[in-house]
């Protein structure tokens, strides 16, 4: 649930604000509201609350819990108090700010990524203001690669290079795009026509991913393509299922080395795993639990029956077999977690660790 801040500084952005804060509700946001002044009396049931102390410590208190914030306030007062605070476009929050009348809401900081864009649309509807709207690709009505990015869950590998991608688009060139395996290409959508599809994986190695090509000049993409010309711009999709096993004991670190090694010897990116899976042996296994707690992932473990249940094709030990009792552990794994799915990584065994990826079909939706 997305979490929402409203603050008003005089009685008629209180009232404006306490519209909003309704509409906001409808929505299942969790909306707090706040004024700040010595003059603005409030009801004793009103759902704002008074700041006792400076704006300074409202801001440091409030914008590291919030995923949006909404001044009703000249823009000045909220460049001044959200300014200490701006760190980066993947963490900072959504700000709007609307003048006291209604007049106007502007989208002032992370406008895409954080969602103020559409902050402000639903803003302005709600109290029938003007939104305003700066960013490139909205005044010029081009593909958002960060919007789309977050509207489909998808992690952007390198945000300077987004900007890039986002310049070309306004030049009004052409940018090639593919995705890698398990996409399923998004039917009876209209795509953007300045995006070019090939039905590939990424020309840098990198599986399982949606790419854009970048190239360094404004050369043809085609030509350019899969030479130094172009540098690939990945968006991740969470949908890569890890099995792994390890020896008793075996340290977090060591399995974290060499985990990071496998994955990069067959162009997966972590940040596409979305969780790991093991036989049942190894549920309190420390090394795998630091692992995986560390990457902020899932754990799910198997019977070892399961386990032999598992349809398809893997490969065996005679080792493995001997110790739990089922032929093979990570592959077996992988794929009873992603459903079946397809392997876009087999057994890698060293220093004790082992790990298969799997990957689940996925698409994306560009309406």
């Not at 760190?87 to 809401?105: H, L, N, R």
């Not at 989208?107 to 954080?114: I, Q, R, V, Y």
């Not at 854009?212 to 899969?226: K, N, V, Y």
């Not at 001997?322 to 992603?338: H, M, P, Q, Y």
Request: hydrophobic share 40%; net charge neutral.
């Amino acid at each position: 649930m997305k979490k929402t801040g409203i603050i008003a500084f005089t009685e008629h952005g209180c009232v404006l604000g306490e519209k909003l804060l309704r509409d906001l509700q409808k929505q299942d946001q969790e909306v707090y509201g706040f004024v700040k002044s010595k003059y603005v009396e409030l009801p004793e049931k009103h759902p704002f609350r008074k700041v006792k102390g400076t704006l300074r410590e409202w801001a440091e208190e409030w914008i590291p819990r919030l995923d949006g914030i909404i001044f009703f306030s000249a823009t000045g007062i909220a460049v001044r108090t959200i300014a200490p605070f701006v760190v980066s476009k993947k963490t900072d929050p959504a700000v709007v700010v609307i003048d006291e009348q209604g007049s106007y809401a502007i989208s002032l900081l992370s406008g895409h990524l954080g969602g103020a864009n559409e902050l402000t649309e639903f803003a302005a509807e709600s109290i029938g203001a003007q939104p305003v709207i700066t960013t490139g690709t909205d005044v010029n009505h081009t593909f958002a690669v960060d919007v789309f990015a977050r509207k489909n869950n998808l992690v952007i590998s390198d945000m300077e290079l987004a900007k890039e991608m986002a310049a070309l688009l306004i030049r009004g060139k052409t940018i090639v795009w593919g995705a890698g395996e398990g996409f399923v290409f998004p039917k009876e959508q209209t795509i953007p026509a300045q995006l070019r599809f090939r039905k590939t994986e990424s020309p840098d190695g990198k599986q399982g991913t949606l790419w854009f090509a970048i190239p360094q000049s404004d050369r043809e993409q085609e030509e350019a393509l899969g030479t130094e010309q172009t540098r690939m711009l990945h968006l991740y999709p969470k949908n890569v299922y890890l099995g792994v096993g390890c020896r008793k004991n075996t340290p977090e670190e060591k399995i974290e080395t060499q985990i990071q090694k496998y994955l990069s010897e067959h162009g997966i990116a972590a940040e596409q795993i979305i969780l790991a899976a093991s036989i049942d042996l190894k549920k309190e296994e420390p090394g795998l639990l630091a692992f995986c707690e560390k990457y902020h992932l899932p754990f799910v473990t198997y019977r070892g029956e399961e386990l032999e249940k598992a349809k398809g094709t893997f490969t065996p030990s005679a080792f493995v077999s001997k110790i739990t009792g089922v032929d093979n552990v990570c592959e077996r794994s992988a794929s009873l977690a992603c459903d079946g799915g397809t392997f876009i990584m087999r057994k890698q065994a060293a220093e004790g660790v082992t790990a298969a990826c799997t990957i689940k079909k996925w698409s994306v939706s560009f309406e």
